[in-house]
T-cell receptor, first 114, second 109 residues
Framework: DGGITQSPKYLFRKEGQNVTLSCEQN?????MYWYRQDPGQGLRLIYY???????QKGDIAEGYSVSREKKESFPLTVTSAQKNPTAFYLC?????????????FGPGTRLTVL | SQQGEEDPQALSIQEGENATMNCSYK?????LQWYRQNSGRGLVHLIL?????REKHSGRLRVTLDTSKKSSSLLITASRAADTASYFC?????????FGDGTTLTVKP
């Protein structure tokens, strides 16, 4: 899982609540990413950030928000506007070599809405 | 769908056999990468092939890329029970990576 940590590993949320998933990396990477994975499917990009204080929407950003105040941290908030938030959430980072470099993934957070 | 497609969706083989997985994509790419995911875990990078490369090897892994057909394949030779996992391709364009839905490989001892 490289130098990326995600917490918590499991998270339970009641409907209507916002929750924040943590992602921290000590790899000195500029770019960070949040993906959502549903059972039996691949990863879909929620948000990404290529540099501190800047981020862009991915393919499924609705109902999510992010911040990038520090290079090593890229927290994801799942808001009550997200209609179906139960999923496995993966954070990744990439070094300064751009798209030719690999992404390193955290261990993931499994979010369940009760 | 914007995502890549992989086939087969599931593959079951005996230990020692070779496993081949295919990936197709729809756009131009900078590179294509293959990842492995054990159940409930994060993804581990296996190999990257650039758009100007046709074949790449890493240990028991062999990746090919055919940009004219917009397809790639991953071959795992002499498979082991420990190779049991899901395998994903991801192609990169304009700084974003798009993942396929994966192939679930089961290697029976």
């Amino acid at each position: 899982d490289g130098g990326i940590t995600q917490s918590p590993k499991y998270l339970f949320r009641k409907e209507g609540q916002n929750v924040t998933l943590s992602c921290e990396q000590n790899l000195n990477h500029d770019a960070m990413y949040w993906y959502r994975q549903d059972p039996g499917q691949g990863l879909r990009l929620i948000y990404y950030s290529q540099i501190v204080n800047d981020f862009q929407k991915g393919d499924i950003a609705e109902g999510y928000s992010v911040s990038r105040e520090k290079k090593e941290s890229f927290p994801l908030t799942v808001t009550s506007a997200q209609k179906n938030p139960t999923a496995f959430y993966l954070c990744a980072s990439r070094g300064s070599g751009g798209p030719a470099t690999t992404q390193y993934f955290g261990p993931g957070t499994r979010l369940t809405v009760l | 769908s914007q995502q890549g497609e992989e086939d087969p969706q599931a593959l079951s083989i005996q230990e020692g056999e070779n496993a081949t997985m295919n990936c197709s994509y729809k756009t131009s790419i900078n590179n294509l990468q293959w990842y492995r995911q054990n159940s409930g875990r994060g993804l581990v990078h296996l190999i990257l092939i650039r758009s100007n490369e046709r074949e790449k090897h890493s240990g028991r892994l062999r990746v090919t890329l055919d940009t004219s057909k917009k397809s790639s394949s991953l071959l795992i030779t002499a498979s082991r029970a420990a190779d049991t996992a899901s395998y994903f391709c991801a192609y990169t364009n304009a700084g974003k990576s798009t993942f396929g839905d994966g192939t679930t490989l089961t290697v029976k001892p």
